[in-house]
């Protein structure tokens, strides 16, 4: 059997990688993957520390990651068509008007 | 018995009522009423005193010292200062109560009578009363403080009365009221004499109180009366034993004044001094400072004490001295001696009822009152004695020779007023402090009629001007006639003796009574004066015989001289008020219809002739003619021993009464008599044209400067005005004009002040407000645009930014959330 500390390591190196995928890419769809990842190393890591403690409590907030992350990419994912139609674009480096 | 004594604060309390009633609900209740509560609230105040009198003479006339209920002490100040409102029934303090109240109560019924129909009739009994209880606290106190609270008090009713009618038109009311704050400025400088003296005896005594409770006023008498006593007893115990000496002690206790004293004397003949109770016939037992200031006053001068002041310090007899004088000072102020006395002439603006109650027989009485009360102090300073002798005598003589020059009515009887008070003031410098009560109380008597007979008269005057004005208007419709009717109008006073005359036959009554009035202050034998006065000329007689030191002697021979002389001025200058007021034949059409007074006005009158008649039988002297056998001898003299220490000067010595002197001043008193009847009686009488009317004395070339003198009032006010009023004047003129306007307001204000705020305010407003305050203000908000412009950089926009700034917070947080655990692990 897989030891714990192999799936933290692993949901580590996915969050680390989702990260760095947020930070560093420009693609609004790739962000947006990105994230998923992220969602999904931490959904790997409460999974893993739930069988290693026997307890269902971390099984039941994955389902509920795995539901909100399902409805932040509908939303989300309206938002980039809505950003795509108004700038004929989804780089994000674009998307600055907030600046003070 | 000890509740009959209790009852001494009803007489404040029951004035202090009438006058309240009177005050708040006079005018509902009607003149009718008003004059009613008056006169009931004066007459209980009689019926308490004659309880107070009536418990003392059953009571072995011991002093009660009374703290009235609900009253617990009255000025207390840590420690040290203790001023109780504690009453004082004492012999001297009630012959005050009974003479002030029995002449306060026929003075307001006659009151009743005289005011009737004043549009302030019930102000007018509000007055009254207050004036009642304002006096009677004024006797009745135990201490000095309760005594200047009395003086003060009736010192305003006495403003207030005088400037009763301040309203009167043409000017008189004006003049009113210029007396009563003539009456009441002159009393200032009096005051600060009592104040003075108030001040100088807490000093030195620690104490205002006349004296304490326990303490024995009159040691001398009480040791006298306790060996009389002790005679008789003694020889039952040594002829019968035990069963007697019981006897003998209860037999002590009823005979004896201080009664528990004289169980003592028994009880140690007996060898039984632990079984009777302790009790004294001296205060040695009393430590000094537990005695009133009398008490201590003695103490003081026997150890030879010196007053500390502080920087210096001064011998006891020359504190006593000081003392002394300051109140001499304040007395000359109330019972208006030189220097202070011109307020009283002026005081006659009042209604008359006013100047007999307060200025004749009360209330300017109280600075002799206050003077025999100190007669400790007075005998222990030699010198101011003196001086009293001197001014008490120098005002009898002064006021008795101005009286003879006055046309008013009114004017001759307040300088008599003030001669009277001389008398008195003269026989306490002499030592002569029984024969100056006694004095005070024939006076009173005798004065209040004179000055309601006045009344009587001004009554009947103005009536019968009113009669032949209303007659002329009838009568003449020519209008020159009325003109000439209505000037004279204006001129006419009616309080002028040269506008009376004849009045004799139509005011039957007032006539006899006056005539009895007169004679009493004549002094003609049997009438009251008579008696009283020849009482003060035989004191100064024995002052100037056996006074212990020249000074003494000096002063009582100059005393009696001067008095007798006065004596004889009296009787004239009341004569010729008799012969120009009701001899003769009337000199005006308003003195022909002048009709007799209403019965509340006539009734007091008799009564109070009666009185003048037979109240110098109070003090009958002890070796004369056998009328001691009727009345009694000196009974005033003996009542008052008991709160008197020095009743008489030098009381071993003689009589009360000397038949020499007496006889003297008798007949000087009848010579005068005759001699105004050869000038102003007869045919000599005035011319009837009252205008031009002239004294006989002023018409004559050889008397005539001496009597225009008199009626210029010796120009007393005019060298006061001189001396006093004209400088004062000059100095408030330069003040208010030189200092006041032209420099203060013109100068300080425009200047100093106007121009100093307007620079303050510049200063302010310029580089304070504008360049500092708004400076900081203005500051602060650029500070704050400044600092958020460069915080604005932060928000970059790029959403990378956000998400990193997102990621390094919460790592930050981890990291603060693990290093708890990572510490406990290492």
């Known amino acids: ?100 | 018995m000890q509740t009959y004594a209790q009852l001494v604060p009803l007489m404040i309390l029951i004035p202090s009522i009438g006058a309240f009633i009177n005050f708040f609900w006079g005018a509902r209740v009607g003149e009718k009423w008003s004059s009613r509560i008056g006169i009931v609230a004066s007459a209980l105040t009689f019926v308490v005193a004659f309880l107070l009198f009536s418990y003392l003479t059953n009571n072995h006339n011991e002093a009660v010292i009374v703290n009235p209920a609900f009253l617990d002490g009255w000025i207390r100040i840590g420690n040290s200062v203790e001023i109780p409102w504690q009453m004082r029934v004492d012999t001297l303090s009630v012959t005050m109560m009974m003479f002030v109240s029995f002449v306060a109560t026929l003075i307001h019924i006659y009151a009743g009578g005289y005011m009737h129909g004043d549009p302030r009739f019930t102000r007018f009994f509000a007055y009254l009363n207050m004036f009642l209880a304002f006096m009677f606290v004024l006797v009745s106190g135990n201490n000095y403080l309760m005594l200047f609270v009395g003086w003060e008090g009736v010192g305003v009713c006495s403003f207030l009365l005088i400037g009763f009618w301040f309203d009167k038109p043409d000017g008189v009311g004006w003049k009113n009221s210029n007396a009563a704050r003539k009456a009441m400025i002159a009393n200032r400088v009096g005051d600060f004499g009592m104040l003075m003296a108030i001040f100088l005896i807490f000093w030195t005594f620690g104490t205002l109180d006349y004296y304490k409770p326990g303490e024995i006023a009159n040691v001398e008498l009480a040791e006298e009366q306790a060996e009389e006593a002790a005679a008789e007893p003694s020889e039952a115990v040594v002829t019968e034993g035990e069963a007697v000496v019981a006897e003998g002690e209860a037999v002590v206790a009823e005979a004896v004044v201080e009664g528990e004293e004289n169980v003592e004397t028994a009880a140690e003949e007996t060898g039984e001094g632990e079984a009777a109770a302790p009790s004294y016939t001296n205060n040695d037992h009393i430590e000094t400072a537990q005695l009133g200031v009398f008490g201590q006053a003695e103490r003081m001068i026997e150890e030879g004490y010196e007053v500390d002041f502080g920087p210096f310090s001064l011998p006891i007899q020359t504190v006593i001295v000081l003392i002394t004088l300051f109140l001499l000072l304040g007395a000359t102020g109330k019972s208006a001696q030189i220097p202070l006395f011109v307020w009283l002439p002026d005081a006659m603006a009042g209604p008359t009822p006013v100047s007999a109650l307060i200025h004749a027989a009360t209330m300017v009485t109280a600075g002799v009152y206050m003077m025999v009360r100190s007669n400790v102090l007075f005998v222990n300073a030699p010198l101011t004695s003196f001086i009293v002798t001197m001014i008490g005598a120098a005002t009898a003589i002064i006021a008795g020779f101005i009286a003879m020059g006055q046309w008013d009515i009114k004017r001759v009887l307040a300088y008599s007023t003030i001669s009277q008070l001389g008398f008195m003031v003269a026989a306490v410098g002499v030592g002569a402090f029984g024969a100056a009560m006694f004095h005070m109380v024939t006076h009173a008597f005798f004065k209040a009629l004179l000055f309601l007979g006045s009344g009587s008269v001004i009554h009947g005057m103005e009536h019968g001007h009113h009669h032949v004005h209303a007659h002329g208007h009838d009568d003449h419709h020519d209008g020159h006639d009325d003109h000439h009717d209505d000037h004279h109008e204006e001129e006419f006073d009616p309080q002028d003796m040269r506008n009376m005359g004849g009045l004799r036959s139509k005011m039957p009554i007032t006539y006899w009574t006056y005539l009895f009035g007169t004679l009493a202050l004549a002094g003609i034998v049997p009438f009251a004066g008579f008696w009283s006065k020849d009482e003060i000329l035989a004191d100064s007689w024995l002052a100037g015989l056996y006074g212990t030191t020249g000074l003494q002697q000096f002063a009582g021979f100059i005393a009696l001289g001067i008095l007798i002389a006065a004596a004889g001025f009296t009787a004239f200058y009341m004569w010729r008020q008799m012969e120009l007021v009701f001899y003769g034949k009337p000199r005006t059409k308003a003195a022909e219809a002048v009709e007799e007074s209403v019965p509340s006005m006539t009734i007091p009158l008799v009564i109070l002739g009666f009185f003048s008649i037979f109240v110098g039988f109070i003090n009958t002297p002890s070796e004369f003619l056998g009328l001691s056998n009727i009345f009694g001898k000196g009974n005033l003299i003996h009542f008052l021993e008991y709160s008197l220490v020095n009743v008489h000067p030098y009381a071993p010595l003689g009589g009360i009464f000397n038949p020499l002197i007496g006889f003297a001043a008798l007949g000087l008193g009848v010579t005068a008599i005759f001699l105004a009847r050869s000038i102003y009686g007869h045919g000599h009488a005035l011319t009837p044209n009252t205008a031009d009317g002239k004294d006989p004395l002023a018409a004559n070339p050889d008397t005539g400067a001496v009597w225009n003198l008199a009626n210029a009032r010796m120009y007393w006010d005019e060298t006061y005005y001189r001396l006093f009023e004209g400088p004062f004047n000059r100095l408030s003129r330069f003040l208010a004009d030189t200092l006041d306007w032209d420099f203060w307001h013109d100068y300080v204000h425009n200047v100093v002040i106007a121009k100093g705020f307007n620079a303050i305010g510049n200063l302010l407003s310029q580089p304070v407000d504008l360049g500092l305050i708004d400076g900081i203000v203005n500051g602060v908000g650029r500070l704050a645009t400044w600092i958020s412009g460069r915080l604005r950089r932060a928000q970059t926009g790029y959403v990378r930014t956000y998400a990193i700034t997102l990621l390094l917070g919460v790592v930050f947080v981890i990291i603060v959330l693990l290093l708890p655990m990572l510490q406990r692990n290492g």
């Not at chain 1, 190196?13 to 989702?18: N, R, S």
């Not at chain 1, 039941?60 to 938002?79: D, K, Q, R």
């Open chain 1, 1 to 100: 059997m897989v030891g714990t500390e192999a799936y933290v390591v692993l949901s580590m190196v996915l969050f680390i990688l989702g990260a760095m995928g947020v930070l560093l890419r420009r693609n609004a769809i790739l962000v947006f993957m990105s994230v998923e990842l992220m969602l999904n190393a931490a959904n790997l890591a409460l999974v893993a520390f739930a069988r290693q403690w026997g307890a269902s409590d971390g099984h039941l907030f994955v389902f509920f990651v795995i539901t909100v992350a399902a409805a932040e990419v509908a939303v989300g994912l309206a938002l980039i068509v809505a950003i795509f139609r108004t700038k004929k674009s989804i780089d994000i480096d674009e998307l600055h008007q907030m600046e003070g």
